[in-house]
T-cell receptor
Framework: ETGVTQSPTHLIKTRGQQVTLRCSSQ?????VSWYQQALGQGPQFIFQ???????GRGNFPPRFSGLQFPNYSSELNVNALELDDSALYLC???????????????FGPGTRLLVL | DQQVKQNSPSLSVQEGRISILNCDYT??????FLWYKKYPAEGPTFLIS?????DKNEDGRFTVFLNKSAKHLSLHIVPSQPGDSAVYFC???????????FGSGTKLNVKP
């Protein structure tokens, strides 16, 4: 059973550029959530995808968008990068939605994005 | 508007003693709470959870206590071990379960 993987591990972009981050969910998981973790803070929920549909969104502007593919892998796209977008981006996979209180999210190691 | 708060950025404990990490929340709709542990260069790892219908959940050396009236939860680690040194995040979600709110983390250092 493979865990959650993310690529790339590190990325440097300049302000105004666009970036795509990728996530492969854990085997058997159909739900992917994306988080932004700024330095010294906890992860902040960006959005979640369940079976290729967006299923909840946090307080992030529309230039943050995502996709989930039939194999449940996912992409996070950020357009018109700003300096404040510099952060660790984490994806987490889980199986199903609410219901089973024992289920939780399994996180990948993250992609560290630096916007100059 | 931070709905989950961890007011202690760091905690230092001697090996073998108890570590107590605290977390406060403001949203009374939260009904599921989790603790995660994070090592450098790794993603957070699930540690233990508790539903709002309980006030205590135990798993080995780790116990989470929930005080709903005070909107407070705590994680007890006993005995603490050097390998427990990490950043600990508490998180909470509402019934629909598709959004987790995280605190800012507490860095635990367990000294040998």
């Amino acid at each position: 059973e493979t865990g959650v993987t993310q690529s790339p591990t590190h990325l440097i972009k300049t302000r105004g550029q666009q970036v795509t981050l990728r996530c492969s969910s854990q085997s058997g998981h159909n739900t992917v959530s994306w988080y932004q973790q700024a330095l010294g803070q906890g992860p902040q929920f960006i959005f979640q995808y369940y079976r290729e549909e967006e299923n909840g969104r946090g307080n992030f502007p529309p230039r943050f968008s995502g996709l989930q593919f039939p194999n449940y892998s996912s992409e996070l796209n950020v357009n018109a990068l700003e300096l404040d977008d510099s952060a660790l981006y984490l994806c987490a996979s889980s199986q199903g939605l609410a219901g089973d209180r024992q289920e939780t999210q399994y996180f990948g190691p993250g992609t560290r994005l630096l916007v100059l | 508007d931070q709905q989950v708060k961890q007011n202690s950025p760091s905690l230092s404990v001697q090996e073998g003693r108890i570590s107590i990490l605290n977390c406060d929340y403001t949203n009374s709709m939260f009904d599921y709470f989790l603790w995660y542990k994070k090592y450098p260069a790794e993603g957070p790892t699930f540690l233990i959870s508790i539903s709002s219908i309980k006030d205590k959940n135990e798993d080995g050396r780790f116990t989470v206590f929930l005080n709903k009236s005070a909107k407070h939860l705590s994680l007890h680690i006993v005995p603490s071990q050097p390998g427990d040194s990490a950043v600990y995040f508490c998180a909470a979600s509402e019934y629909n379960f598709n959004k987790f709110y995280f605190g800012s983390g507490t860095k635990l250092n367990v000294k040998p």
